[in-house]
C-alpha cells in the first residue's frame, strides 16, 4: 500500500517562509514523478510543482519563483520550500506520487497565511 505522509503546514504572516515535507518509500521515488497540489475552499485542486525520478523539476506559472520543490533520495522525502507567502496562498496542500495510470495522494497539511 502506497503512503504519502505529509508534515510542515501551520499558520504564517503575510512574507513568511514555510516548507512542507513529504515522506513515501523508495520505490516511488524511483518511479514515480513526485509532486505538490494544493486546494483552497471552493476551488478545484492545482498543480504547483513535481519533481521526476531523474530530479528535474517542473513548476506552475503562478509560483514565479517563490516555491522551491527538492527532494532527499537517502530520507525518501520531497519538500516544498515556501517562501514570501501571500493569503491566497492559503490552502490544503496535497502530496502527489504520479506514474502513469498511478497516482497517489497524501492525506493533506493546511496552511494558512494570516496576519
Known amino acids: 500500500q502506497v503512503q504519502l505522509m505529509e508534515s510542515g503546514g501551520g499558520l504564517v504572516q503575510p512574507g513568511g517562509s514555510l516548507r512542507l515535507s513529504c515522506a513515501g518509500s523508495?520505490?516511488?521515488?524511483?518511479?514515480?514523478?513526485m509532486g505538490w497540489y494544493r486546494q483552497a475552499p471552493g476551488q478545484q485542486r492545482e498543480w504547483i510543482a513535481s519533481?521526476?525520478?531523474?530530479?528535474?523539476?517542473e513548476y506552475a506559472d503562478f509560483i514565479k519563483g517563490r516555491f522551491t520543490i527538492s527532494r532527499d533520495v537517502a530520507k525518501t522525502t520531497v519538500y516544498l520550500q515556501m517562501n514570501n507567502l501571500k493569503s491566497e496562498d492559503t490552502a490544503v496542500y496535497y502530496c502527489?506520487?504520479?506514474?502513469?495510470?498511478?497516482?497517489?495522494w497524501g492525506q493533506g497539511t493546511q496552511v494558512s497565511v494570516s496576519s
Open positions: 502527489n506520487a504520479q506514474r502513469s495510470g498511478d497516482n497517489y
Open positions: 519533481i521526476r525520478p531523474s530530479g528535474h523539476p
Open positions: 523508495r520505490t516511488l521515488f524511483s518511479l514515480y514523478a
